[in-house]
């Protein structure tokens, strides 16, 4: 019986992918544990580690978060296929390249405001850290561009963009 395998694999792959998100320091923690896994298996992507999990006991595929999740997709046979810290994905992009992109490119991505999901338009770039918007009718904001936003209040640039191009993963997909 897979199911609790899965739900398992489930909740791991979520976890990765949610720490991955944001630029903080889970996502710098996620890398050294990624560059851990690759590098004490000699491998140099996660499929090839998925293979070597496979020969792995599981206590000692579990002292890794990737080459334990490498370790629970073997068993479900399933490939896991993710690069998350390739430069050239939305995810791995430098806050400040994003903000560029979102400029230069006149993104539009959505944020929440009074409850409602609203386009904005990225404007410019301030020295204090923040993208200047507007939305449709005119009004400006100012969002944060690094890190990851307060709460309450509206999201980081980042967790705008990756909530509203969440399907397109590399940079040159996300454009106006």
């Known amino acids: 019986m897979k199911l609790p395998l899965v739900t398992l694999f489930d909740f ?10 944001f ?34 006991s599981w206590n000692k595929a579990g002292e890794n978060e990737f080459t334990f999740v490498c370790h629970l997709a073997n068993k479900l046979e399933i490939e896991a296929i993710w690069d998350p810290f390739n430069e050239n994905t939305i995810s791995a992009a430098f806050n400040i390249t994003l903000a560029t992109l979102s400029v230069e490119a006149g993104l539009q991505p959505r944020i929440q405001i009074l409850g409602e ?8 770039i301030d020295a204090a850290g923040f993208i200047t918007t507007t939305i449709d009718q005119g009004k400006l904001h100012s969002l ?12 980081s640039l980042t967790e705008a963009i990756t909530a509203t191009y969440g399907a397109a993963v590399w940079l040159s997909r996300v454009g106006g």
């Not at 710098?28 to 090839?48: C, F, H, I, P, V």
């Open 12 to 21: 791991m792959w979520g976890n990765l992918e949610r720490c991955h998100q």
């Open 23 to 56: 630029d903080d320091g889970t996502r710098q923690t996620m890398k050294l544990a990624y560059q851990d896994a690759l590098t004490g298996n000699a491998r140099s992507n996660l499929l090839e580690l998925q293979k070597e999990a496979a020969l792995l």
């Open 117 to 124: 999901q609203v386009p904005i338009k990225c404007l410019s």
């Open 144 to 155: 944060q561009i690094d890190g990851q936003a307060h709460s309450p209040g509206l999201p």
